[in-house]
């Protein structure tokens, strides 16, 4: 088994198909089919179901597909390493974070990137639920979560903290309160984020353990248009207060606090335990690791677990 017949055997696996794949990896479908044959040979397992046209994959395909997608992943991590080791000034940060963990990340990049111009950054859009998985197999170096995966494969790093803030357009009935009790909300009509995590089940739980009804009658696809929704005067909404900032200094949302609603949100930068970061990746840290030494900043830098130990041996040297 090699590199070459993993490729092949990807390649069908994600395209569904033997003909696309042989049109992405450009070679003929019989050559593909003749790689995936000795894929096949060696491993004294089918791989894919043969009385299906689509490339549905067999049980040893499933478990195959995992490794065979690390594995090809870390062939481009080692170009990549082997290029930067040519020149220190050149490199790839790539980092899998949603779309409210991103905004944490925006006053890093923007030291990161004067700092270091000619590296590319690259923040990839994922669901949360993804991104353990995207940094395990090496599709990135970095990811951003709101809370701790189970994954002992993986080390974290509190950089930063935020809270859920309850928000109403200033024309409201409640916005001129400043503070509200849960039960005041029942009849409430709240816009939400239609992607389901930790937070808003914390959410949905406080409503039911103060038997109060929470209509969402709206649920959206991002925070801006959640944002936006609730500003032009459609109902209210939960949403984290780095998200709102800015609409709020400028008095086109108003932020109330809700009693029983008072959650934090702690975001944590993911890596893979004891792996060694390329030339980017290292810098990256030193960036995050310098802004939370600077109290003007809102950022922090806190190793949890084996992480905590090992910054804390290094601290005493």
């Given at each position: 088994?090699?590199?070459?017949?993993?490729?092949?055997?990807?390649?069908?696996?994600?395209?569904?198909?033997?003909?696309?794949?042989?049109?992405?990896?450009?070679?003929?479908?019989?050559?593909?089919?003749?790689t995936?044959?000795k894929?096949?040979?060696?491993?004294?397992?089918?791989?894919?179901?043969?009385?299906?046209?689509?490339?549905?994959?067999?049980?040893?395909?499933?478990?195959?597909?995992?490794?065979?997608?690390?594995?090809?992943?870390?062939?481009?991590r080692?170009?990549?390493a082997?290029?930067?080791?040519?020149?220190?000034?050149?490199?790839?940060?790539?980092?899998?974070?949603?779309?409210?963990?991103?905004?944490?990340?925006?006053?890093?990049?923007?030291?990161?990137?004067?700092?270091?111009?000619?590296?590319?950054?690259?923040?990839?859009?994922?669901?949360?639920?993804?991104?353990?998985?995207?940094?395990?197999?090496?599709q990135?170096?970095?990811?951003?979560?709101?809370?701790?995966?189970?994954?002992?494969?993986?080390?974290?790093?509190?950089?930063?903290?935020?809270?859920?803030?309850?928000?109403?357009?200033?024309?409201?009935?409640?916005?001129?309160?400043?503070?509200?009790?849960?039960?005041?909300?029942?009849?409430?009509?709240?816009?939400?984020?239609?992607?389901?995590?930790?937070?808003?089940?914390?959410?949905?739980?406080?409503?039911k353990?103060?038997?109060t009804?929470?209509?969402?009658?709206?649920?959206?696809?991002?925070?801006?248009?959640i944002?936006d929704?609730?500003?032009?005067?459609?109902?209210?909404?939960?949403?984290?207060?780095?998200?709102?900032?800015?609409?709020?200094?400028?008095?086109?949302?108003?932020?109330?606090t809700?009693?029983?609603?008072?959650?934090?949100?702690?975001?944590?930068?993911?890596?893979?335990?004891?792996?060694?970061?390329?030339?980017?990746?290292?810098?990256?840290?030193?960036?995050?690791?310098?802004?939370?030494?600077?109290?003007?900043?809102?950022a922090?830098f806190e190793?949890?677990?084996?992480n905590?130990?090992?910054?804390?041996?290094?601290?005493?040297?």
């Amino acid at each position: 088994m090699d590199l070459y017949q993993l490729e092949a055997f990807v390649a069908v696996a994600q395209e569904r198909s033997f003909s696309r794949a042989a049109l992405r990896l450009h070679r003929t479908q019989s050559a593909v089919s003749q790689t995936i044959g000795k894929l096949e040979d060696t491993l004294g397992e089918k791989v894919f179901e043969r009385s299906s046209r689509d490339g549905t994959l067999t049980a040893a395909g499933a478990v195959l597909l995992q490794y065979a997608e690390e594995l090809l992943n870390l062939r481009e991590r080692a170009r990549d390493a082997i290029s930067e080791l040519r020149s220190l000034h050149e490199g790839k940060l790539t980092v899998a974070a949603n779309e409210f963990t991103s905004l944490c990340l925006l006053p890093v990049l923007h030291v990161y990137h004067r700092l270091h111009p000619s590296i590319k950054i690259q923040v990839q859009r994922a669901l949360a639920g993804d991104i353990a998985r995207q940094v395990l197999t090496h599709q990135v170096e970095f990811g951003v979560l709101s809370f701790k995966p189970e994954d002992e494969q993986l080390s974290t790093t509190t950089i930063y903290r935020d809270e859920l803030v309850f928000v109403v357009y200033p024309g409201h009935s409640l916005a001129s309160v400043e503070k509200v009790s849960i039960h005041d909300l029942g009849a409430e009509s709240f816009v939400a984020h239609n992607v389901t995590s930790p937070l808003r089940n914390k959410v949905i739980d406080a409503f039911k353990r103060t038997r109060t009804t929470l209509h969402m009658d709206v649920e959206l696809p991002t925070l801006s248009s959640i944002k936006d929704f609730v500003r032009m005067g459609n109902g209210v909404a939960l949403v984290p207060r780095m998200s709102v900032e800015g609409e709020l200094q400028r008095g086109e949302l108003v932020a109330i606090t809700v009693n029983e609603l008072r959650l934090e949100r702690t975001l944590r930068l993911v890596t893979r335990k004891g792996a060694t970061l390329s030339h980017a990746g290292a810098a990256f840290m030193n960036v995050c690791r310098s802004m939370a030494a600077d109290p003007r900043n809102r950022a922090l830098f806190e190793p949890e677990g084996e992480n905590a130990a090992v910054a804390r041996r290094k601290a005493g040297a």
